[in-house]
């Protein structure tokens, strides 16, 4: 049987540190693949957002996350994942080809919270900024997301 394949997900809105805690996280665990969707979209298309290139980069990171399974390699998923529905879907998606593949996964969801104000500040310094609207509305979306509905085996706050 293959090893035990850990999952990180972190969530949280921009801003608040995932990046960096990833970047972190991955140099003390050289062995696990960080996934990271502004890095493919800065990588596909300079970072432009359009529906079509999101829908581009959304598909490649999920054939990445596969490919990690495949290579029975641990990963952090450094994204925003604010969204009820998308967050149910990803996981689903990452579960099913884990059973497909005979392969046991354990997925972890790290929810950063931080100050919004503090986040928006450090967003306006970024090279791609996504602005405060976006920010808010990530904010009260994240909030509504319901983890009891979550099929995650642990849920750890980063504050």
């Given at each position: 049987?293959?090893?035990?394949?850990?999952?990180?997900?972190?969530?949280?809105?921009?801003?608040?540190?995932?990046?960096?805690?990833?970047?972190?996280?991955?140099?003390?665990?050289?062995?696990?693949?960080?996934?990271?969707?502004?890095?493919?979209?800065?990588?596909?298309?300079?970072?432009?957002?359009?529906?079509?290139?999101?829908?581009?980069?959304?598909?490649?990171?999920?054939?990445?996350?596969?490919c990690a399974?495949?290579?029975?390699?641990?990963?952090?998923?450094?994204?925003?994942?604010?969204?009820?529905?998308?967050?149910?879907?990803?996981?689903?998606?990452?579960?099913?080809?884990?059973?497909?593949?005979?392969?046991?996964i354990d997925?972890?969801?790290?929810?950063?919270?931080?100050?919004?104000?503090?986040?928006?500040?450090?967003?306006?310094?970024?090279?791609?900024?996504?602005?405060?609207?976006?920010?808010?509305?990530?904010?009260?979306?994240?909030?509504?997301?319901?983890?009891?509905?979550?099929?995650?085996?642990?849920?750890?706050?980063?504050?």
């Amino acid at each position: 049987m293959s090893k035990l394949i850990k999952i990180k997900i972190l969530s949280g809105i921009p801003g608040c540190g995932k990046s960096t805690w990833a970047r972190n996280f991955i140099a003390k665990n050289p062995d696990t693949k960080r996934i990271n969707r502004d890095d493919l979209r800065k990588m596909f298309d300079d970072s432009r957002y359009t529906d079509g290139n999101e829908s581009f980069v959304n598909k490649a990171k999920l054939a990445l996350v596969k490919c990690a399974i495949d290579f029975d390699k641990d990963m952090v998923v450094d994204d925003t994942h604010c969204y009820a529905e998308y967050l149910d879907w990803f996981i689903n998606e990452i579960r099913t080809y884990a059973d497909l593949s005979n392969k046991p996964i354990d997925i972890e969801l790290v929810s950063f919270d931080a100050d919004i104000d503090f986040c928006i500040v450090r967003d306006s310094n970024r090279e791609v900024p996504v602005g405060k609207n976006a920010i808010y509305f990530m904010d009260k979306s994240k909030k509504e997301i319901d983890i009891s509905k979550l099929k995650i085996n642990l849920y750890t706050i980063v504050k």
